[in-house]
């Protein structure tokens, strides 16, 4: 990082290491293969608490008792059924292209559902209503998602049950039926584990338009965007292509040498924060082994061998499997089908976005980068007019 002559500040591509903010929500101490929310381990909270304890706490800052949850509970329950005028429209979203998938119809649905409620700029919105359209945007994001997967497979979608948790609701509205209670608290384990992860791309996105006080659809739908990106959430379904493209132990290295040796990235390995194992593969690996089979078996083999040779083809570079990795295994052992698993991903991490769009909003402050022109010197005469 460095002052320029005109006092501006030149700091490292990407942002990196830059601290551009404060924040309570949580934080990733990546060489300690280490985060949390708020004030406690996400791995802890991931193996022990229930996925609405977790938002609780994202929301209202602390853990609940038992009656604020129950009465949490109770509130997020309601907002998870779609307004008609929503619900319309989705068939529509569903057939708009050959290839369009959940997530770009999610962004479509989330725009339709701001103007059926008319959610107002976080800027004129009292704290309260802000919390409530918070709320409203996490409550339906897997409700739209599954009605649009059933819908482009010519399924009706399955309404939204207030007795079951927001994992057990997910599987049952993808039409799982009767899942194993394993499967379901593997979900939730996977959900609650990625739920915020410090100033990704995703979260920074959300938080940047938060600060030109847009509403709370307009900064989740700019998250989804950069979400859907391969280098970001959109890569668990890739890393598992990778393990079925490998097909057996046998023909491991000679993938793996040829891919790096090509230049191309290996989905499911390295981070950009971590410099040790990412807890949440490690999380999510002991998961998959207790859910055990064949699939593990083989991932395991995959990951200690690419990790092995990572290591020897990139000395130094510290790269392991990251949460991708694991986390298409874990997903397609509950019976996601794998084009759910970065909607899957998005269930969990709209509570992370909705949270950090709350914090910004309360700053004020826009955010407001500026770039080095590296372009032709100006001012330059123009050429004369066209004739």
């Not at 939730?188 to 030109?212: C, P, W």
């Not at 023909?251 to 990235?265: M, Q, T, Y």
């Not at 969990?348 to 910004?360: C, D, F, K, P």
Request: glycine letters at 8%; a negative charge.
């Amino acid at each position: 990082m460095s002052v320029t002559v005109d006092g501006s500040i030149e700091v490292p591509a990407g942002l990196r290491d830059v601290v551009v903010t404060t924040t309570e929500i949580g934080d990733v101490r990546g060489r300690e293969g280490f985060y949390h929310y708020r004030q406690y381990s996400a791995i802890d909270l991931a193996a022990s608490r229930s996925f609405e304890e977790t938002w609780f706490l994202f929301v209202e800052g602390r853990l609940p008792d038992p009656a604020e949850l129950t009465r949490f509970v109770a509130e997020i329950a309601p907002l998870r059924v779609l307004p008609e005028r929503l619900r319309a429209l989705l068939p529509s979203i569903a057939a708009l292209g050959p290839s369009a998938d959940p997530m770009s119809g999610l962004r479509t649905a989330l725009s339709a559902l701001g103007a059926v409620h008319d959610l107002p700029a976080l800027w004129d919105a009292p704290p309260e209503r802000r919390r409530a359209d918070a709320l409203l945007v996490c409550a339906v994001t897997p409700t739209i998602l599954a009605a649009l997967h059933r819908l482009r497979a010519g399924l009706e979608p399955i309404e939204p049950r207030p007795e079951l948790s927001h994992a057990a609701n997910w599987l049952a509205m993808l039409g799982i039926e009767d899942p194993a209670p394993a499967h379901v608290r593997a979900v939730e384990t996977y959900l609650i584990a990625t739920v915020d992860h410090g100033f990704n791309a995703s979260t920074f996105t959300a938080r940047v338009v938060a600060s030109a006080g847009a509403d709370v659809v307009s900064a989740v739908t700019a998250a989804i965007g950069a979400f859907t990106g391969p280098l970001h959430g959109g890569a668990p379904d890739r890393a598992l292509d990778s393990v079925d493209d490998i097909g057996t132990p046998d023909r491991i290295d000679d993938w793996v040498r040829a891919k790096v040796l090509a230049g191309e990235r290996i989905m499911g390995f390295g981070h950009a924060v971590y410099r040790t194992n990412d807890p949440r593969a490690v999380l999510l690996r002991e998961k998959a082994a207790e859910l055990g089979g064949p699939l593990v078996d083989f991932a395991t083999t995959v990951e200690r061998r690419v990790v092995e040779i990572l290591a020897e083809l990139k000395p130094g570079r510290e790269l392991y499997a990251n949460v991708e990795f694991y986390a298409g295994v874990v997903m397609e052992l509950c019976g996601i089908p794998r084009p759910l698993f970065t909607p899957t991903f998005a269930v969990s991490r709209v509570v992370g976005w909705t949270a950090n769009i709350l914090e910004q909003a309360e700053g004020g402050r826009i955010i407001r980068p500026a770039a080095r022109y590296v372009g032709p010197d100006a001012p330059q005469p123009l050429p004369l007019p066209l004739r």
